[in-house]
Structure formats: structure tokens, C-alpha cells
């Protein structure tokens, strides 16, 4: 039969622990101990929620950029680039704002719209791209690109990430093309313009002759492309979007392509 022990004194002056006053239950380490793990725990607690709010917000939050005018379609070149600085984030002040890369659609360049299934037929001429902005941003880590007019290359900084005239990764780090953003005309009394479908007389639709005087240029949200210069929804740099990088790189729901924009269904 085994013994029973005899009960504990809760008392630290009864156990030989010493204390600092009579009745004391708690002894000072195993106080400082709780004291430095709460603290610990809230520390730690801190971190985890902000980054959990991070990576789980983020994705859900979307700044509706609308559309930014430009300046006249007249001033707007089509065999180089010219930079426009627009707004972003209006709340975020200066930050908000970013440099983007602007030049009219040459049939030369990006591909005559009348040729199906030609090489450059995933960039189809379009009511979006009459004027092709193309973003500052690299597709490395988000530093600042400059399009160097004398090499008509885009360049980065930060690790030498070069990109050719068009945008695409033409060697570095970088793991796809520049992104880009919808542009379309305006009047000048800010009413769009009417797109050409096929076979059909318009406003717009590269067609220089008949985009009528004052014509201006709206910029809007951001897409992202890949090496055959597909839309996709805008990705974050850092996420491929060739071979297996669409499916290993979804994008997040609030951050879609604008509806019936040709590209990759559900991207
Ligand atoms: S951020 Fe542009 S090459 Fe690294």
C-alpha cells in the first residue's frame, strides 16, 4: 500500500524558500518567470497578428485607381516613350504616386492587329492599348526601371535587370516583363471614345486619321504580362507568370484584369 505524501505548504517561509514577507505563496523566480513569459507571449502576439494581417489582408484590399488623364494623345509618341507621372494611391501622398512609360501603338513594333495568330498576336490591338503605358516598376524587387533612351532598353538599377524596348526580360533577375496599364482616349470633355470592332468605322482603334482633335489619354488600372505579352491580373514582382508560374501564382480576388480583356480565362 503506498504512502500518501504528506501535503505541500503553500507557504514559501514553510517550503525554506525565502520570501519576502510572511504569507507569501509566490516566490520571486517563479513571479519573474510568469512576468517574462506574458510579456513574451505579447510581444510575440504582436508580430504574428500584424504579419498574419499582412499576408491575409492584403489580398482583399484593393485601391480603386480609376482613371488619370495624361495630357493630349498629340504629344504622345510612337517609336520612343515618354514619362508621366501619375497617382496611384491618392492617400498615400507622394508615395502614391509612380512613373509610367508612355508611347502610341506602332504597327511595326507590336504587331499589325490584321495578322491572326501572328507572332505578336497575344498583344491584339485593342480599345485598352491604343496607348501602351508601361510601368516603372521591376519585376525583380519593385525598384525603380528607366527607360535609356540610347540603348531603347529599360533599366534597373538595383541588379541590373534589363528589359527590351517592348518591356520583356532581356536579361538579369528579373522574372517577367514590365507590367502595364489600360489606357484609353477621351474627348476632351472626358467622354471615351468609341472603340472600332472588327470590320466597323469607330473613333478610336489605331487609326491615327480618325481619332478626332483634343483626343486625350486616360491611364488606368495596372495588369501584369508574361513573356508573350498576355494579360494577366496584376501579381505582386518576384512571380513569374510563364510555364507553371500562372498556376503557382494565382491571383487575389479583388485584383482582376478588367472584364473581357482578351488574356488567360480566370487569370
Ligand atoms: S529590383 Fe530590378 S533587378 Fe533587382
Not at 491584339?124 to 519585376?139: F, G, H, L, P
Not at 520583356?168 to 471615351?192: C, E, M, N, Q
Not at 478610336?204 to 481619332?211: E, K, Q, Y
Not at 488606368?220 to 513569374?240: A, C, D, H, I, Y
Request: proline share 9%; net charge positive.
Amino acid at each position: 500500500m503506498s504512502e500518501r505524501r504528506p501535503e505541500q505548504s503553500k507557504y514559501t517561509l514553510d517550503r525554506g524558500i525565502p520570501g519576502a514577507f510572511e504569507g507569501e505563496t509566490v516566490t520571486r523566480r517563479r513571479l519573474m518567470s510568469l512576468a517574462a513569459n506574458v510579456t513574451g507571449g505579447i510581444a510575440i502576439g504582436g508580430v504574428a497578428l500584424s504579419a498574419a494581417g499582412f499576408a491575409i489582408g492584403q489580398p482583399f484590399v484593393e485601391v480603386d485607381t480609376g482613371w488619370h488623364d495624361i495630357g493630349p494623345l498629340d504629344e504622345i509618341p510612337d517609336e520612343t516613350y515618354v514619362p508621366r507621372v501619375m497617382t496611384l494611391d491618392p492617400k498615400t501622398g507622394q508615395i502614391g504616386k509612380t512613373t509610367v512609360y508612355v508611347r502610341r501603338w506602332n504597327d511595326g513594333i507590336d504587331g499589325d492587329k490584321d495578322v491572326p495568330g501572328g507572332r505578336k498576336a497575344a498583344e491584339r490591338a485593342d480599345q485598352w492599348n491604343e496607348v501602351i503605358a508601361i510601368s516603372s516598376r521591376c519585376m525583380h524587387m519593385g525598384c525603380p526601371a528607366r527607360f535609356v533612351q540610347a540603348a531603347k532598353h529599360f533599366i534597373c538599377p538595383c541588379h541590373g535587370g534589363v528589359y527590351d524596348f517592348r518591356g520583356s526580360v532581356a536579361g538579369g533577375p528579373p522574372v517577367r516583363p514590365l507590367d502595364r496599364f489600360y489606357t484609353r482616349l477621351v474627348r476632351a470633355d472626358g467622354t471615351p471614345l468609341r472603340p472600332v470592332a472588327d470590320g466597323e468605322a469607330g473613333e478610336a482603334g489605331h487609326l491615327g486619321s480618325r481619332v478626332p482633335a483634343g483626343t486625350r489619354v486616360q491611364v488606368g488600372k495596372r495588369f501584369s504580362v508574361n513573356q508573350e505579352l498576355r494579360r494577366f491580373s496584376p501579381r505582386p514582382p518576384g512571380q513569374p507568370l510563364d510555364g507553371l508560374g500562372e498556376y503557382f501564382f494565382p491571383s487575389t480576388p479583388t485584383m482582376r484584369k478588367l472584364p473581357a480583356t482578351p488574356g488567360i480565362p480566370g487569370s
